[in-house]
């Protein structure tokens, strides 16, 4: 048997082996929670915090797109999405059985996408209806999901495509106005971090202290295009070509006060809801991004610089040489009727070649090509659409003689139809030059108006009397001269034909291509608007008297008439 | 052994009434009556510390609470804004030129063009 003091001895070891053990396993725990509160801190609260909150993120609603009138030409509404998580679906062929109908898909197409191998995000339908959501969620089909997402419509389809452009499946603006305006139209998504329940429960558990961000909506963009003058100018443009199978044709509205664009048009156009099923080819806006020789319409222009040089007026007479005349060396021109001798204003009648190019080479390369870069040739105009064309012109240095006889017929200088249509209208106005504008205003949420139209750049080009002798001979070209078909009842129209042939492959004149061009504006007197409309490669007629006058004719016509009754409508 | 911790024991109880009896007396010689509104004081302090963390909790529930309905209404809001947004579509869709064109043609308007919009003068 121990005796007392061994086994208080053997107690006194224990307690002391019980005791280090206590402690050490408190400095292991203590140890433990070091590690896991100082050392592992961010991890686990990183851990703890994708558990307990979920980021929903509060998408802006991108801008509309609307005319000078408020009506709207773009704008996104709520559609709804139809994916499937192809690990979480059991039964696939009855979910495709089920999905086939709702979705418009036939079930062969419908099973690839429900057993991806590799993906667990894969979209079935996207932009479907709101019945069509709810009859989806109503299967209750495990994996298959729909999502609110918002889509870009354009209620008008075509009309005026090339002015809106598109955008893709994520809204960014792609082309047109969607495109240059993407940062105002797109707006700042906002965010909310949602607290959740162990079982993702709905309604989310509601923290009034949870970080967020209210979403900022884009801003509205006010076209100066009015959505009915757009509609008239595509209609008339959309006969022009067909009556003349040509390959393609393009028109501009402008105010003739302003210089605000009020329709733009482009063939062949495109739907921008359906932008993918139309040939690239038809996104190209050839108002702007394609430059042309347009031939005789440059003469006014020429003139014009030449009354105001004071270097003729309109009564100075100018000998034709008959129709054909070896002007500099190695170059011989012909007019399409022989004239002897006319004055100024019956060159620009009968559209003389001869006489313009005399006039020109009077004015000299440095005076004429000082006068064409006050009208803007050779820069871009700066409208707020991308993929503008600066259109050619040399600078006057590097003019050659045949230059200086060429650019005075439209040859040798290349503009937009845009540019061309600009350019008439110090002549339409008051003589001074003003960069045409398609952007009224933008209109933040926070109704903040910054109006974009504003033209500092103005020029003062041509006097007074001159703007008067031009109109009054534009007008004659139009009662007497090459475009008496624009020459119709109620309206008084002035304007000029042009009619150049297209360069051919071998890099010579084609004598089968030709673009058609009539700029004309009305009440010639007091001209409110000015029109432009080319027509590429007609067939059966060529002449810009004939293929482009008379659509342009109908434009001012129309839309002279239907200003009118804008105003009486609202100032009875 | 039993006896000493017996003893041991007895010795440590008696030192523990003897200090306890010294305090009672302290506390008699200081005054009864300051104490006496020190401890209602410190009581009156818990209490008042109770209430508000009382209605600092209520607050948070109530808060909560409207946050719900702040909610809610949102979800109201933002489903009539896509109503509207969805209206205003179709009236555009509707009222588009090429819409107006159709439905003349369909239901023979007979409505006239922009130039015999206006009687003309004399």
Redesign the interface.
């Known amino acids: 048997m121990k005796s007392l003091s061994v086994y208080q001895n053997e107690m006194a070891q224990r307690s002391l082996g019980i005791f280090f053990l206590i402690i050490f396993a408190i400095l292991f725990l203590i140890g433990r929670l070091f590690w896991i509160q100082v050392l592992e801190h961010e991890k686990y609260k990183q851990q703890a915090f994708q558990q307990h909150w979920i980021h929903k993120e509060i998408p802006a609603k991108r801008g509309d797109i609307l005319d000078r009138n408020g009506i709207i030409l773009a704008t996104s509404i709520p559609t709804y999405s139809c994916y499937c998580d192809p690990k979480m679906i059991k039964d696939v062929h009855g979910a495709a059985k089920k999905l086939s109908p709702v979705l418009e898909m036939e079930e062969d197409k419908l099973v690839p996408f429900l057993t991806h191998p590799k993906r667990r995000f894969v979209w079935l339908k996207r932009f479907l209806d709101k019945e069509t959501s709810q009859k989806i969620q109503s299967f209750k089909i495990a994996g298959v999901q729909t999502i609110k997402e918002t889509k870009r419509v354009y209620p008008h389809g075509k009309l005026a495509s090339h002015v809106l452009g598109f955008t893709g499946n994520e809204e960014n603006g792609l082309e047109g106005v969607e495109a240059n305006f993407q940062a105002e139209l797109s707006g700042e998504n906002g965010f909310q971090w949602e607290l959740k329940d162990g079982r993702l429960a709905k309604p989310k558990i509601y923290d009034p202290y949870s970080p967020m961000k209210k979403p900022v909506n884009g801003a509205d963009i006010y076209l100066t295009i009015d959505h009915i003058m757009q509609s008239i100018v595509e209609k008339e443009l959309q006969d022009a070509v067909s009556r003349y199978e040509a390959k393609g044709a393009c028109a501009v509205l402008l105010d003739a006060k302003t210089a605000q664009i009020l329709a733009l048009a482009s063939l062949p156009d495109f739907d921008p809801n359906d932008f993918r099923s139309f040939p690239r080819s038809t996104w190209k806006n050839k108002a702007i991004a394609d430059a042309y020789e347009l031939g005789s319409v440059m003469k006014p222009l020429v003139v014009a610089s030449a009354l105001s040089e004071k270097l003729v007026s309109m009564d100075t007479t100018i000998f034709c040489h008959h129709g054909s005349c070896k002007i500099i060396p190695g170059r011989t021109l012909r007019d399409t009727h022989g004239y002897g001798d006319l004055t100024v204003a019956e060159i620009l009648i009968k559209s003389s070649n001869i006489g313009t190019t005399k006039i020109g080479m009077q004015m000299g390369a440095k005076t004429l090509c000082h006068y064409l870069e006050l009208l803007n040739f050779g820069k871009k105009t700066g409208v707020e659409l991308p993929g503008e064309s600066p259109g050619i012109l040399k600078p006057a240095h590097k003019w050659t003689n045949f230059t200086l006889t060429s650019v005075p017929m439209g040859h040798e200088i290349c503009a937009t139809p845009l540019q061309m249509a600009a350019s008439y209208l110090p002549i339409a106005g008051d003589g001074i030059y003003r960069p045409p504008s398609i952007v009224e205003k933008v209109v933040y949420p926070d109704s903040k108006t910054l109006h974009r139209y504003q033209s500092p750049d103005i020029k003062k080009i041509y006097s007074g009397q001159t703007i008067k002798e031009m109109q009054q001979v534009l007008r004659l070209v139009v009662e007497k001269g090459t475009a008496q078909k624009a020459n119709i009842k109620k309206v008084e129209i002035a304007g000029k034909t042009g009619t150049a042939q297209k360069l051919d492959s071998t890099g010579g004149y084609s004598h089968e291509h030709y673009i058609s061009v009539f700029v004309g504006f009305a009440p010639y007197k007091n001209p409110t608007l000015c029109a432009l409309v080319m027509v590429d490669e007609p067939k059966g007629a060529y002449y810009g008297g004939t293929v482009s006058a008379p659509p342009v004719a109908n434009i001012l016509k129309q839309c002279i008439f239907y200003e009118k009754s804008l105003i009486k409508k609202y100032n009875p | ?1 039993e006896k000493n911790l017996f003893q041991n024991t007895q010795r440590v109880l008696s030192k523990a009434a003897k200090t306890c009896r010294n305090i009672g007396e302290d506390i008699a010689k200081k005054g009864g009556f300051k104490i006496f509104w020190g401890y209602i004081l410190f009581m009156l302090l818990i209490g008042l510390s109770a209430f508000f963390l009382m209605a600092l909790v209520q607050a948070k529930v109530t ?2 609470q ?3 309905q702040i ?1 809610k209404l949102e979800k109201q809001k933002e489903l009539l804004l ?1 109503e509207i ?2 209206l ?2 179709e009236i ?2 509707l ?4 819409s107006l064109i159709q439905a003349n043609k369909n239901w023979e308007l007979e409505l006239l ?6 009687e ?1 003068k004399p």
């Open positions: 052994m808060s909560f409207l946050g719900y909610a896509e947004y969805t205003q579509y555009a869709v009222t588009s030129p090429q063009p922009p130039e015999e919009w206006i003309e």
